[in-house]
């Protein structure tokens, strides 16, 4: 009989039978060498394995999660609770490197750990013992709740929901596969004369057709079967994503802003004065499509936010708290503003910067309405998903245009720009003023609240510096000599910029070319006309704003407070 060693637990090894076989058979020793006396799976397949349960899984907590509004992929509930966790320098890095693709690089990322750790995870319960993948995807389940319950925005006790019954779905898969992917015992039998006997003898039933030498083909047709299997699996898999995918489209707030129909605004804008774009190939667009606008957020996907039961909230040391549902909103005075967005993450040169004309209600006149309070310092504006910023109250009724906007570039907020309603503050980065998804205006002091960003290490305040970037010809272009257009924008919010000029190698600053602009609150395009000469040089620019500031040449990384210095770069003249 089998040697009772490996009971238990999963072993490989070389068992030997030396027995007389019953009846009529040889009286001689039939010798079975048995290879995998417990079958294992190859390494290849049991890793296999692992990553299917977890598609699986995974796929499953996302049809579960179409069941409610508040439910999400345990992989969107974990990759939030990852950027809430990374320190400052984690987050810049992710910005200079991927710069608006940050949020999909991060789900890449999760995506490939899931895959290591799934892989590893098959490879542990196929080829050792099967309590240990249980306990690694039930591990996992685990966490997917635990950052399910604990999102920033609070969250109902059932939120856990799809992550649990996802855990399950990959415990089911991983147990279905451990019994399937068995492969039949690989043997070299000499002595007597019975083959039937000597296949008994090994633990199975004989294949049909197979004689001493016929372990290899079923061999084969295990591994065809197996491959089958896992095939069949995945292909499920993907078919219960798509439909969780089609079915969570329910709860998207697509159809809300579809049916959106913006008001004639109080006070309308004409367009923009002739002189404001230079018409320089290459320079950027004075107005940003909306869909070319950055995107720079913690909000690992768009809160979905219908207008139909979204409610904005004045709270805090204010005289009388305001509630206003969008239609509220809506019916009040609108204005457009054109107004330059910054992101405090954007470097020297950078892109993360935009201009729109914003539709929206002033923020002072709801402060008004509410009666703001003597000692209140700070305005904090709270986002759907928990997300804060704040910014000085000085900043709100000093008389610039600060906006609960509606609508960008003569539409509805886009979803990933904050819809129904958001922030915007001219003269201020994004990070401390441009709250999307608003939900809640509080009025308090900095002594009784850091924003999101202040409890990172980031600046408590943070008024935009003055910049300017060469966005023609770019870094390392080759040019012919003779007449080059050198062009790009420069910019300081709430202030203006004046003058613009432009230092070829270490010659003297020259001054560039303005356009016109509608207001102090967005960029400037600029052109300065160079002569060049043939050889390699190197190209600077600086700007000047409306209070006489010459933008410094120190250079500082984004944190705390935005990044400064000269942007500068080589070009080659032939």
Same mark, same amino acid.
């Given at each position: 009989?089998?040697?009772?060693?490996?009971?238990?637990?999963?072993?490989?090894?070389?068992?030997?039978?030396?027995?007389?076989?019953?009846?009529?058979?040889?009286?001689?020793?039939?010798?079975?060498?048995?290879?995998?006396?417990? @079958? $294992?799976?190859?390494?290849?397949? /049991?890793?296999?394995? *692992?990553?299917?349960?977890?598609?699986?899984?995974? !796929?499953? %907590? =996302?049809?579960?999660?179409?069941?409610?509004?508040?439910?999400?992929?345990?992989?969107?509930?974990?990759?939030?609770?990852?950027?809430?966790?990374?320190?400052?320098?984690?987050?810049?890095?992710?910005?200079?490197?991927?710069?608006?693709?940050?949020?999909?690089?991060?789900?890449?990322?999760?995506?490939?750990?899931?895959?290591?750790?799934?892989?590893?995870?098959?490879?542990?319960?196929?080829?050792?013992?099967?309590?240990?993948?249980?306990?690694?995807?039930?591990?996992?389940?685990?966490?997917?709740?635990?950052?399910?319950?604990?999102?920033?925005?609070?969250?109902?006790?059932?939120?856990?929901?799809?992550?649990?019954?996802?855990?399950?779905?990959?415990?089911?898969?991983?147990?279905?596969?451990?019994? @399937? $992917?068995?492969?039949?015992?690989? /043997?070299?039998?000499? *002595?007597?004369?019975?083959?039937?006997?000597?296949? !008994?003898? %090994? =633990?199975?039933?004989?294949?049909?057709?197979?004689?001493?030498?016929?372990?290899?083909?079923?061999?084969?047709?295990?591994?065809?079967?197996?491959?089958?299997?896992?095939?069949?699996?995945?292909?499920?898999?993907?078919?219960?994503?798509?439909?969780?995918?089609?079915?969570?489209?329910?709860?998207?707030?697509?159809?809300?802003?579809?049916?959106?129909?913006?008001?004639?605004?109080?006070?309308?804008?004409?367009?923009?004065?002739?002189?404001?774009?230079?018409?320089?190939?290459?320079?950027?667009?004075?107005?940003?499509?909306?869909?070319?606008?950055?995107?720079?957020?913690?909000?690992?996907?768009?809160?979905?936010?219908?207008?139909?039961?979204?409610?904005?909230?004045?709270?805090?040391?204010?005289?009388?708290? $305001?509630?206003?549902?969008?239609?509220?909103?809506?019916?009040?005075?609108?204005?457009?503003?054109?107004?330059?967005?910054?992101?405090?993450?954007?470097?020297?040169?950078?892109?993360?910067?935009?201009?729109?004309?914003?539709?929206?209600?002033?923020?002072?006149?709801?402060?008004?309405?509410?009666?703001?309070?003597?000692?209140?310092?700070?305005?904090?504006?709270?986002?759907?998903?928990?997300?804060?910023?704040?910014?000085?109250?000085?900043?709100?009724?000093?008389?610039?245009?600060?906006?609960?906007?509606?609508?960008?570039?003569?539409?509805?907020?886009?979803?990933?720009?904050?819809?129904?309603?958001?922030?915007?503050?001219?003269?201020?980065?994004?990070?401390?003023?441009?709250?999307?998804?608003?939900?809640?205006?509080?009025?308090?002091?900095?002594?009784?609240?850091?924003?999101?960003?202040?409890?990172?290490?980031?600046?408590?305040?943070?008024?935009?510096?003055?910049?300017?970037?060469?966005?023609?010809?770019?870094?390392?272009?080759?040019?012919?000599?003779?007449?080059?257009?050198?062009?790009?924008?420069?910019?300081?919010?709430?202030?203006?910029?004046?003058?613009?000029?432009?230092?070829?190698?270490?010659?003297?600053?020259?001054?560039?070319?303005?356009?016109?602009?509608?207001?102090?609150?967005?960029?400037?395009?600029?052109?300065?006309?160079?002569?060049?000469?043939?050889?390699?040089?190197?190209?600077?620019?600086?700007?000047?704003?409306?209070?006489?500031?010459?933008?410094?040449?120190?250079?500082?990384?984004?944190?705390?407070?935005?990044?400064?210095?000269?942007?500068?770069?080589?070009?080659?003249?032939?």
């Amino acid at each position: 009989m089998f040697h009772p060693a490996g009971a238990g637990r999963r072993t490989s090894g070389v068992d030997t039978l030396a027995e007389n076989p019953p009846g009529d058979a040889p009286h001689d020793a039939v010798e079975i060498v048995e290879q995998n006396a417990d @079958r $294992l799976p190859g390494r290849l397949l /049991a890793a296999l394995a *692992g990553l299917v349960s977890a598609l699986v899984a995974l !796929a499953v %907590a =996302g049809l579960v999660a179409a069941g409610h509004r508040s439910w999400r992929s345990p992989v969107l509930d974990v990759g939030d609770r990852i950027i809430d966790a990374v320190p400052s320098w984690v987050k810049d890095f992710a910005i200079d490197t991927f710069g608006t693709n940050d949020k999909p690089a991060l789900l890449i990322g999760i995506g490939i750990l899931l895959a290591v750790y799934a892989l590893v995870l098959g490879l542990v319960a196929l080829r050792h013992r099967l309590i240990y993948g249980i306990v690694g995807i039930a591990l996992f389940g685990l966490i997917g709740a635990w950052a399910a319950n604990g999102r920033r925005a609070g969250a109902p006790w059932h939120v856990v929901v799809p992550s649990l019954v996802g855990a399950l779905a990959g415990i089911a898969a991983l147990i279905l596969l451990d019994l @399937r $992917l068995v492969p039949p015992p690989a /043997a070299t039998i000499t *002595g007597g004369s019975d083959d039937t006997l000597q296949w !008994a003898a %090994a =633990g199975v039933d004989r294949p049909t057709g197979t004689g001493p030498t016929g372990g290899g083909s079923d061999r084969r047709r295990f591994l065809g079967q197996s491959a089958a299997l896992l095939f069949g699996l995945t292909c499920a898999s993907a078919g219960v994503g798509v439909l969780g995918r089609v079915l969570g489209q329910r709860y998207t707030a697509t159809e809300s802003r579809a049916s959106v129909r913006l008001p004639i605004p109080a006070e309308t804008l004409p367009p923009l004065p002739s002189g404001t774009e230079l018409g320089i190939p290459g320079l950027t667009p004075f107005v940003t499509p909306n869909a070319d606008f950055y995107r720079i957020d913690t909000a690992l996907s768009a809160p979905q936010v219908p207008t139909d039961d979204w409610v904005l909230r004045v709270t805090g040391m204010v005289d009388n708290e $305001l509630e206003l549902t969008y239609e509220d909103l809506l019916a009040r005075d609108l204005i457009e503003r054109d107004i330059t967005l910054t992101c405090v993450s954007n470097e020297v040169g950078g892109r993360l910067a935009g201009t729109a004309r914003w539709l929206g209600t002033r923020l002072d006149d709801l402060l008004s309405e509410a009666g703001v309070q003597e000692g209140a310092d700070q305005i904090v504006g709270r986002s759907v998903d928990g997300y804060t910023c704040g910014f000085p109250v000085s900043a709100a009724l000093d008389g610039r245009d600060a906006l609960v906007a509606v609508a960008m570039n003569g539409e509805p907020l886009p979803i990933e720009h904050g819809f129904p309603a958001r922030l915007i503050v001219p003269g201020l980065y994004g990070y401390v003023s441009a709250t999307k998804w608003l939900t809640e205006i509080e009025v308090t002091t900095f002594a009784d609240h850091d924003h999101y960003w202040a409890r990172r290490g980031w600046a408590t305040e943070a008024p935009i510096k003055l910049f300017s970037r060469i966005d023609t010809p770019k870094g390392l272009a080759r040019v012919p000599a003779g007449m080059v257009a050198v062009a790009g924008v420069a910019w300081r919010q709430a202030v203006g910029v004046t003058a613009v000029e432009v230092q070829i190698d270490d010659d003297e600053w020259q001054p560039a070319e303005l356009g016109e602009v509608p207001s102090v609150d967005t960029w400037v395009q600029w052109r300065y006309a160079w002569q060049a000469t043939p050889g390699r040089h190197t190209v600077r620019v600086r700007a000047i704003d409306a209070e006489g500031d010459v933008q410094t040449a120190d250079r500082a990384e984004p944190i705390p407070d935005g990044a400064s210095g000269h942007h500068q770069i080589v070009v080659i003249v032939e």
